[in-house]
């Protein structure tokens, strides 16, 4: 059965054409598209007809689909979702060391266009480093980008090593800084230093993993975010919000924007241009 949206209200922003969810993702059906038998958490199904639906109820053009650990190595329900609609759709697939060129260049063909690594703890920590430094020597001259979960206190001692990559790297859901902390946490101050490095780009999605409805902590950290380096940030709906810690509503979400992107320019870049240069949208 596709997400029943009868009863959810529509946003009160319009998002713009060809506006980019840059971070979402697919979860089964399970009964096609089996979860990892090693996998942390067991979601409910959330397949790609779910996602559509989603995004004709908020006004959404295009896609990134984030590889969830929960599918593992596995990427065939993302690559099943980008055929759907290969021109506007991309995917981020999980740091994989048992992959060869051949298996990058099918992933590539199939609209795969970054490599994400869990650092987060309850996902099971940070990744064998010398497995993670041999995906990043396989995808670095790809055109590709590394995309970075990491919980707030991770960030410190991360630093050192993420301003040495050698290719673009996004940081998700605004390195998950509590916004109950505010703007002067030293978590969110080495936020901003990193965010000065010239391949460092934000994600300003997950207001509903660092605040509580109705997310006004979340915004002076996005609105900061998005004033230091606006060409620089995506932004994503995280659909369907695993290992939430409540039901966040999707219009909620993009009714936040004019709040931290206040003017057409920064809200076409958020949304429009910064997502088609990193996934080559239109291109």
Known sequence: MTLDLSNRRKPQFKLPPKATDAHCHVFGPAAKFPYAPNRKYTPEDA???????????????????????CHGHDNSAMLDAIACDPKNFR??????????DGDYDRLHDGGVRGV?????????????????????????????????????????PLSGMLKALPLPFV???????????????????????????????????????????????????????????????????DFPHPNATHVADEADLVDLIPKIAPTAVAQQRLLVDNPARLYGFGS
């Open 47 to 69: 397949p790609k007809e779910d996602l559509a639906a989603l995004h004709r109820h908020l006004g959404v053009s295009r896609v990134v689909i984030v590889q969830a650990s």
């Open 171 to 237: 940081i998700d859901h605004m390195g998950r800084v509590p916004g109950k902390g505010g703007t002067e946490q030293p978590a969110f101050k080495a936020l901003l230093e990193l965010s000065r490095v010239e391949n460092c780009w934000i994600k300003v999605c997950g207001a509903e993993r660092i605040s509580l409805p109705p997310y006004a902590e979340a915004v002076p950290i996005a609105r900061a975010i998005i004033d230091a380096i606006p060409d620089k940030v995506l932004w994503g709906t």
């Open 91 to 100: 995917g981020v697939s999980i740091g994989d060391d048992g992959l060869r």
């Open 116 to 156: 994400r690594f869990n650092f987060v703890k309850h996902l099971g920590g940070a990744p064998d480093m010398a497995a993670f430094n041999r995906v990043i020597d396989r995808v670095k001259d790809r055109g590709w980008h590394v995309v970075l979960h990491l919980d707030a206190p991770d960030i410190v």
